[in-house]
Structures are given as structure tokens and as C-alpha cells.
């Protein structure tokens, strides 16, 4: 990683005699609110990991039912203040079924957070590989790969998935399939901005020089522009992770998400919006875990971006390609 | 330009028709027994051979695909059993369930879909674009953190969610609104829009942190070009030098990325058209998807296709007008 | 089978219901009290009222619609030969004369059914509606064109089976006689003594020849009924109905059509109508839903509330959420295993995942708690309310898995809280007290229905739920029990494979039967009977409760549909 911190440097803007990771922790530490979220996310990241742990500190589980604590007669509405929340349940039982809501908001952090990052991976690693090709290779290689992204781009990701998810066997492990199916759906916008950048890049003097000098079209694109998109696809995948996060709740929606018992956050909030009324921390505890996430990671991507390259970090634009002047 | 817009015209075919083929293959393969689903749960195995016949389910798929593209051409005969009727071309065929013509169907849902996402756009482009010229005129203070969490809380919500509470305050409590009903624009403009008021917003609020964040980043870009240094050494007021001349450098990204949500807008609001009872594409869309409607799904995907494609192409003449160094190649 | 209604949780697209006309409609004040104390309850010809329904009224052609009793709206268009009585309660199960004198005259072994037409019967643009059009109407029902709607016909009729309908096969269909143009007879392959429950569906409704437009009848169909379509927009996703002048209210004694105008709008989300009811803003004040069920969130808000928990209505329709067993697959082969399952399940989780005791009521019959069906109590694997974990371990260790054993559930993706994950994972919570492990297989909403219905591919345990064509025992029992009905190749509800000699006879038997009250108890006793095979593990009946607007009167619910009759309700 830190050669490619080192390289992302537009000339000029490097600090001589100083490492780039060391200038890149520098910057990133000086940014507050950035570590703060950096904690956030470590803290989430730390929850989901630990959430076996959790539950057993807390004594419950998160597929276990608890009738008795839910009125049958009105709907399934927990007993008791505040959903229900006592010593023995953190923050209160679901409606309907009693399950330990802390259990099963740890346990939807994993689902949430792990199918978001499998799916942003995807994602970027599709769109990085298809935008530099498409960028660097032959006019037909261009032409070729940036129909088929326009074609990706064109395609209702919803409906696609809809249908993707009821062919795959259902023995198919769900979490990935689902991380699967957003990922080779919704890499197309990150593969347009992927290749407008690396258009940019390519008439910049250094990778001309690297060019002229006859080193091989992977060698440039390792060494050279690799490190000069990694600000806008981290920006651009801070905004990915959430609004994936949200595709996988709107796949709930329609049906085809992660599994029961398996919680997921889309699917606590899938259930839990005609609770707004009757019980309102059934909403109110996945919807503001998402937005603690979204909040987290958003910050962080701005600071790591500021901290990769303070001045070039917000030159990076959403682009559909164009040849556009180099203002560096 | 002449030869810009050919070869323009010429890959948007070469898209819709390579998305016609997915299609066609995804939803060949896709588990569901259409005649019978067509047919009804109770129908005896020799009606279900009957309904595959009528609907030629038993042809090989490229025959069926060839079918589909003649009717594009061609357009189609059918008969409704007691006469013989003409799909004139370009023929989506009939939907397996409603006998409907396609065509016709995308005509009926095509206004609603529009409707929405235009007003939507306008209010995510006020929305995004406000908050982010505003975030980067304030950056770094606690007026653009506030901004940023508003816009974000968005992005962190699904539409479900926003769209419902947002429903039971404004029409069910607080009774400002009527709960939404499409309204035809040509019947009752003023309805049109009191109706629409709702979804529009809430699927404005989705979209708009994507705007905010990127008008903020090239704003600050631009901010920090050396020209706007020029002028604000000039004595230019901040408040120029924010709203002319860095805004109109943020122009050309937003143009571009609105190009792309607005193109899969129109049939990507399937939850905000589902919850709102909107009687749009999207919606439609799932609905066809679940009974395996084929020449529905097909006739749709293009449809939303196609707007993807055009808003693109819209996108970068803007996109030449707004930054004239482009040149249309 | 006829799906009932949509529950308003989100449903959103992933269910579609297959079902094309839902007869079901909901509910009426649970109180009338609370609501004539507050004024004029009588109610008066007038106004508009508005249906907010989820699912569009599609296929609006009465050779095409899947009804009980002929529906609600449709059934405000369609008149049929005999329809159902437009009472409250037990005396709404009753089968009565609509367009026909009687409910039909019968021969000695109910093989032929005659009916005479009432005189002076009208469509809407004032010819007289004949025997004839009936028959015609029945026979476009059988057009490939027009697939849809209930077994029966083809199944009854002499001759019937490979008939394609009048638009390829010019010659009719002999088995229906029309001497006159008031009189029809019906000559039916074997003894069926619940013709006239059949008579009642919308295929039994008249069908001018000359205005038959094939497929596209559907957008203006002829109304023999109190309303005439005036616009039917995207397939039934809006309807508006007005009065039709011709007909007349000394024809018809079911129907009173209080409201001038009827509205149907659809497409809407379960949960937005519920809310919209509740507000009764505008139009809304007078509007209903035929469709749409209070889910569980709506009714744990709504029992909070006095205002509106007098407008919430509560009905029964003949349902049946179970377990279904395939016997031909291991180890649901022994019935200790099925006994075991049976002993151990949970139905206090079940009833509570499928919206609570208000919305559900606990299973342990087959047959529907109600009269008409012949509803005989028994409970041959008592569970109590949280299951017999004990008894159920000692069935297993005589069945051979004294350390418990690890089954396959499958269920329906789709949040219809019948077939669906909810109560797929209470049933897992559940036995696993019992010491059996369930693996969950949620396969989509057509896969589903593909998988469980299909001989071939059909799981050993899965979770399955059976409505009424009508509130009688035999289409309630034959279709899963009988063992003749098993199809090898193509839709199969018999899950159980059941072809047991001694039942399909008594099948027969009650079949001769004209007496309806004395099929009903050979019924009950017949599930019984059945019931101690352990095939099926009979997990609740639910209940209906739907909100009506707050100017809505006259609301009357039957046990036939459970549901608020759109005929009566009158808006001022």
C-alpha cells in the first residue's frame, strides 16, 4: 500500500524527504473528526466480529422466540415500556416473535456490514479491471467494454437481481449470493469513473514519460495510475458501502435477501416500518445503525482522501468519459 | 457532429438489443412454469399444453427471440379468439397475463414514471446542489457538518422507510397532504403536483447526498484554482466567486452523474412507486418479473434502457456546452 | 383454491397472488352499537364509494375470474345462476337463487341440475338475457384464450374434458341443454350434490354472443348486474362502476347497491391503505378495501384507539394454514415421525407469528372451524399451546431416532404469512425443544409453487394452506384427499398422495348427497378420519379484520367470505 500512497503525489504537491505513508498518517491524524470516525467504524467492525460474544454477555441469543413476552391478542406488540427492554433484553424483544433485538442488531452487523464490503469489493475490483482496460487498450477493446458497461449501467439492478436470485439453488450460501448479485450488477458507474480518470491520467507528463521510456502497459498501470485513482474510487466506495448496504435492505423488501433466521439490518428495517407506530425502537434501533454507519464511513473516506492527496483529492469527477484537459 | 450523433444512434441499438438478449436468456432460465402461472394454479396438465401453445412457450429461445424482433419490425397479428387483431410496429408483443399490448401498457406507465423522476430531479438537483455549495462554502464548520449528516440520513434510510413515516405524519396526523393518487398532469396539473409532492421528496432525499457530496468536492477543486485565487486577489465578493464562477466548474460533474440517476430513475423507483401506489414502470416492472411476464420484462428493460441511454447522450452535449473545451467525438 | 386476502405487511411486488378475482373483501364494526348511537345509521341510496385495493382487479371476464361465491366486485356486474346470501355469519354460508328461481332441481341421483331463469332479466343496454347466453358464457370459459378460474366445470360436465371452447370448436358443448330461453339443464359425469354452490361462480354468468369480444371483453364486459363498467384502465387497476338502469331490484333480492358510483383504485401498498382508512380523509371517509387484511402493527395500533377500533369489521373465511407431509419421502414415511412433529409443534409462536390471536386462531382440524363445513373438534396429537416436547421425543425414539433427528422445512420466500418465513423459523424455534434440528429451504414465490406442487419434485415437509371454493367440505377435502385427484404431471394438491380406497368412497358417497347438512356431518367425521394418518399438521385459521372508512354503513360480513360485502354497504 504505501508505494502506492507514495506515487499517488501529483507532481509538485509531494513533500521531499518524507515518506507518503508517514505523510498520509500525519494528515489523516490531524483531520479529528476523521479519527473519530475511523473509531466508529473500527467499533462496528469490532461488534460484528464479536457478536457471539456480545449475546452470551448479555445471556440470549438472537433466534430464540420468547412468546410470553409479546401480546398476542394486539398483534404481537412486546409487554412492556420501550419495546420491551429490561435486564435480561438490552433494547427490548421484536413484535410477534420475542427475539432479543440486541442479539439480533449485533448479529444483523455482521450480515449488513459484511455483505455491503463483499459487495463494494466486487464491485470496485470489476470496475477498477474493466475501466484501466478499457482506458488503456485498443480502440476496440474501448469501444467494446464500454458498450457492455453501458449496457450494465442500463440494466435495472432491482430487477436483474430479482431475477438472478431465483435461479441460483437455494442451497447457494444466501449472504453472498446476495453480496454477489449487487456486486456484479452495480460495478458500472465505478468502471465509467474508472476510465475517465485514468484517460486524465494517461496525458499527464510522468505517464507519458513512463511510456516513451517503453515500459509494458501493466507496469504503467501498476506503478503509475493505479495510485492516481485510488483517491476517487475510496471516495466513491465510501458512498458505495452504504448504498449498498441499502440495496440489500431493498432486496428484503421485495424478498429476495438474506434468509430468515439469519437477521440482516434490511431486513429489521423491511419488517419493522409498519412497527413506526406501535413500536417505534423496532425501527428507530437498525435505521439509526445504519445511519451511525453511513455517518462513519463517509467522514472517514472524506479524511482519507484529504489525507491521500490534499489538493488533487477533490479533482476526481464523476465523468462519463470524455477526453477531458489535465489542469494539474 | 453529423457523424457524433451515427455513431451515438448506433451503439444505443447495439446496447438495447445485447439487453434485450440478457434478458431474454435470464428469464429463460428462470424457475416458474409461465403457462401455468398464466393459467391459473387449478388448471389441468392438457389446458397448461394449450396456454404453452397459445403463448408459443414450447418454440427454442431463439426462435422466440426471432419472433420478437420481427414483431419489432414487422409488427404482429393476433387473435383475441373472436376476431384478429394488428400490433403495428415496433410490436412488444402481448403481455402473457393481460393480453394487453405492450407497447400500449408502456404508454400507459410511461407518464406516471416520468412524472416522477422529472419532479424528483428537480427537487434532488435544489436539494444536492444547494447543500453541497453550501457545505463548501462553509467547509469545515459546524453548519456543513449538519448538512452533511441531513443529506447522509438520506442515503442511510431505505425509501420504504422515509416514504412511510413520512406518509403517517404529513397526510395521516398532520393532514398537510392528501395520502398521493396519480393524477394525470393533462387532467389536473395543481393535483398533479400536490399528489406527486411526497414521492418526489422522498426520492429526492435518497439521491440528493450523492449531488451534495459531489458538488462540494469540485467546488472546493475549483476553490482552490488558481484563477479563483485571481479573482478573490481582485477583490471579487465571496459570495461571486462561490455562486459564478465555482459552481459553473461543479457544473459538468453533476451534469454527468444526473445524467445516470436520471436515466435509472425511471424505472429504478420501483420501492417509491411501490409504496406510493404510483402506476409507473417500475412498478409494473416487479410485478411482470414475479409472474414471469416476458414480453412485459423485455418491453420495460428496454424502455428503461433507452432513457438511460438518451439521458446520456443529453448528458454530454451539456456536458460540451457547460465546459467548451470538450469537443464531440 | 382461492387465495383470501393480502395482509397489510409489505407484500409489496414479491407475492403476487395467482388468484385473479379475490371474493375476499373485509370486515364490518365489530360493534354496530358504538356506531347507530352516533346517528342516522340507516342507509340511503347515494354517493360514491371508494375501494383502495393492493392487487388490480385483473381479468375482469367472468369466463376468467377465480371467485368464491362470485366475488365482490365482479359480483356487482356479473349475476349468476345462484349466488350466495348476503347475511351476517352463519346464514351468509347459505347458497341462494340469483338469476334462477330456485337453487336448482336436481334428478334422483344429482347427475342432471335444471334451472329456470326469473322473468324479465335485463343487460345492460336493455335485451333480455336468455338461457342461452348463460350457456355460451360457460362455454368461452373453456377457451384456451381465456385460461383461468375453477376446475369444476371440466371436471363435472359430461364430455367436457377436451373441450376448447367456441372459438375453435364451433359445435357447443352438449352436456348443457337450453329447451327454452328460460330453462337450462346441466347432465354432469358423476353425482354432485353441491352444483348449486357451483352455480355461484362467475362462469355461471350470462354472456351475450353477439357483444363477445374474446380477450378484450374484459375491458367493457356486459353487465347483467346492478353496475356497469365504465372504465376498466391497465388491466383492473382502475374500475369505475355506475349504475346499470336496466337492472331492477324486483329481480334480484341479494344485491341493494346503495352507492351511485363505485371507484376501485389498486395497486396500492397494503400498509398505505390501512393507513388511508384510518385517516378517512375525503373520499376516503367513504371508502373500503375488498383485499386488504389490518396486519399485526396496524392492530396493535388500532385497539389502542376506540374510534377505530369501532370501525374495524372481523370475519371468518374457510382456511386452512398446515404442514404438509410427503409419506413417500424418508423419514416422513413413518408415521411416528409425523406424529412426533405433530405432538411437538408450538402453535402459541405459530398463531403469534401469523399476527396473534386476534388475526389467527390455533389448528387442529383440517376442515375450517365452522358449521357449514362440518366442523367436528378433534385434536388426535394434543399439543397444547406450547407444544409436547416429551411425548413427541418418545414417538421418536419408537420411530428409531432416539437422538433426535435433522429435517428440511421448505417454504415460500414471499411475506404472506402462510407458507412463509415467519412461520417457517416459529415451527424451527419449536421443535427444536423436541430435539428435532430444521434445516430451512425458502425457495421463491413460483419456484414454490412449482416445487410443492409437482409429484416429482415435491419435499417431504413443507408448509402449505388450503382456501374454500366454497364453505362446504368437499372442495375443501377432495381436492387434498382424494386419491383420483392426484395429478402426475402437472398441478397436484394432493400432497399427501393419499388414495385410500375407503376414502374416496366415502368422498363419492357424500357427493350423492342433496342434503347439505347431512354431507357437512359425514364431512366432519370424514376428517377426522383422515386426521389420524398425520399427513397434515393443521397449524391455525385466520381471522379478518379490516378497517372501512368512517362514513361507510351497512356492513355486512358473511362466514362465506369473511369478509364486508361491497353489495350492501351503503356510504350515506
Known sequence: MSEALVAVETPGAAVPGVSGAGQFWRRLRAQRAAMVAAGVVALLVLVALAAPLLTALEGQDPNTYHSSLVDSARGGVPIGSLGGISGDHWLGVEPQTGRDLFARLVYGARVSLGVALAATIVQVLIGVVVGVSAALGSRWVDQLLSRFTDVIVALPLMIMSLALLAIVPSSFPRPVLVALVIGLIGWGTIAKIVRAQTLTLKQLDHVAAARLSGWGTWRIARRELLPGIAAPIITYAALLVPSNISAEAALSFLGVGVKPPTPSWGQMLTAADVWYQAAPQYLLLPAGALFLTVLALTVLGDGVRTALDPRAASRLRVGTGRKREAKA | ?329 | MRQPSVIARRVAAASVSLVLAAGAAACGPEDNDAKSSGGDSTPHKGGTLTVLNSEPQTDFDPARLYTSGGGNVPSLVFRTLTTRNRESGAAGAKVVPDLATDTGRPNKDATVWTYTLKKGLKYEDGTAITSADIKYGIERSFAPELSGGAPYLRDWLVGAADYQGPYKDKGGLDAIETPDDRTIVFHLNKPEGEFPFLATQTQFAPVPKAKDTGTKYEEHPVSSGPYKVVKNENDGETVLLERNTHWSASTDAERKAYPDKIDVRSGLDASVINQRLSASQGADSAAVTTDTNLGPAELAKVTGDKELAARVGTGHFGYTNYIAFNPTVKPFNNVKVRQAISYAIDRSSVVNAAGGSSLAEAATTFLPNQKSFGYEPYDLFPAGDSGNAAKAKELLKEAGYPNGLTVTLTHNNAQNFKTSPEIATAIQDALKKAGITVKLQGLEDNNYSDTVHNVKTEPGFFLSAWGADWPSGGPFLAPIFDGRQIVKDGANFNSGLLNDKSVNAEIDAINKLTDLDAAAKRWGALDKKIGEQALTVPLFHPVYKRLVGKDIKNVVISDWTGVLDISQVAVK
Open chain 2, 1 to 329: 457532429m453529423t457523424g457524433f450523433l451515427l455513431r451515438r444512434v448506433l451503439g444505443a441499438v447495439v446496447t438495447l438489443l445485447a439487453i434485450s438478449v440478457i434478458v431474454y436468456v435470464v428469464f429463460y432460465v428462470t424457475p416458474g412454469n409461465v403457462a401455468q402461472i398464466t393459467c391459473g394454479p387449478r388448471c389441468s396438465p392438457e389446458q397448461v399444453d394449450q396456454v404453452a401453445q397459445q403463448l408459443r412457450l414450447d418454440d427454442p429461445l431463439y426462435v422466440r427471440y426471432w419472433h420478437f424482433l420481427e414483431g419489432l419490425v414487422a409488427g404482429q397479428d393476433y387473435s383475441t379468439g373472436t376476431s384478429v387483431e394488428h400490433c403495428s410496429a415496433p410490436c412488444l408483443g402481448l403481455s402473457y397475463q393481460s393480453d394487453q399490448q405492450v407497447t400500449q401498457l408502456i404508454l400507459n406507465k410511461l407518464p406516471v414514471s416520468l412524472s416522477l423522476v422529472f419532479g424528483a430531479m428537480v427537487l434532488w438537483l435544489i436539494l444536492g446542489v444547494g447543500t453541497g455549495v453550501l457545505s463548501a462554502w462553509r467547509r469545515g464548520r459546524l453548519s456543513e457538518r449538519l448538512l452533511t449528516g441531513v443529506t447522509l440520513a438520506g442515503v442511510a434510510t431505505p425509501v420504504f422507510v422515509i416514504g412511510l413515516v413520512l406518509m403517517i405524519v404529513v397526510c395521516g396526523q398532520l393532514q398537510l397532504l392528501p395520502f398521493p393518487q396519480y393524477v394525470n398532469l393533462t387532467d389536473d396539473p395543481e393535483q398533479w403536483a400536490w399528489n406527486l409532492l411526497l414521492p418526489w421528496l422522498s426520492l429526492a432525499l435518497i439521491e440528493a447526498a450523492a449531488f451534495a457530496r459531489l458538488t462540494r468536492a469540485s467546488m472546493l477543486e475549483t476553490l482552490a484554482d488558481d484563477h479563483i485565487r485571481t479573482f478573490r486577489a481582485y477583490g471579487v465578493g465571496e459570495r461571486s466567486v462561490i455562486g459564478r464562477h465555482a459552481l459553473r466548474g461543479a457544473l459538468a460533474p453533476v451534469i454527468a452523474l444526473n445524467a445516470n440517476n436520471f436515466g435509472s430513475a425511471v424505472g429504478g423507483a420501483v420501492l417509491t412507486e411501490t409504496l406510493f401506489g404510483l402506476p409507473g414502470i417500475g412498478q409494473e416492472l416487479v410485478h411482470a418479473v414475479n409472474v414471469v411476464d416476458l414480453p412485459v420484462v423485455v418491453g420495460m428493460v428496454l424502455v428503461i434502457g433507452f432513457f438511460v441511454v438518451l439521458a446520456n447522450a443529453v448528458a454530454d452535449v451539456l456536458y460540451a456546452v457547460a465546459d467548451r473545451r470538450v469537443v464531440l467525438a
